[in-house]
């Protein structure tokens, strides 16, 4: 599918070469247990100002914490698997990141509906979702199927 033509011969792209997935499985799951040492430690300071908006609003800013540890984690998707490097904090210590298929970049909306599937891919089909890579080529998760989407190794 990511295939351009340089003087009249095709090159095929980075994606084709299967060395770019190798260890991929492993890595996203360091990745992911990375990233949820970031997601808590970034609550902390967040449900202090929370807690401080509830005393000052006599308790209604407390609802706030109901919501607080699902938008802090898909604020931090955006703005990491979501931007320039295509990648979280814990994808970049690992070495590596998400690509679409099609060539074009993962922006933040893209990287907030792969986290929500991921999320809700979970809840429904919880063991399926990692023994998919398994199966399905390129390593793949059900919600990277769904969305055109593969995560790489960045060092090669």
Do not use: C
Request: aromatic share 8%; net charge positive.
């Amino acid at each position: 599918m990511n295939t351009r033509v340089l003087d009249g011969e095709i090159i095929s792209s980075r994606l084709d070469d299967m060395r770019v997935y190798d260890g991929v499985r492993t890595r996203r799951v360091m990745a992911f247990l990375i990233d949820y040492l970031i997601v808590g430690l970034l609550l902390i300071p967040f449900a202090i100002l929370v807690f401080l908006l509830g005393i000052i609003t006599l308790g209604l800013g407390w609802a706030l914490f109901g919501v607080l540890a699902p938008a802090v984690a898909l604020i931090y998707v955006w703005n990491t698997l979501g931007g320039i490097n295509q990648a979280t904090l814990g994808m970049q210590m690992m070495g590596i990141r998400l690509e679409r298929l099609d060539g074009r970049p993962v922006d933040g909306m893209l990287a907030i509906v792969h986290s929500v599937l991921f999320w809700a891919g979970n809840v429904l089909l919880t063991p399926l979702i990692l023994l998919a890579t398994l199966f399905l080529d390129r390593k793949r998760t059900v919600h990277d199927l769904l969305l055109g989407t593969v995560v790489t190794r960045s060092d090669r």
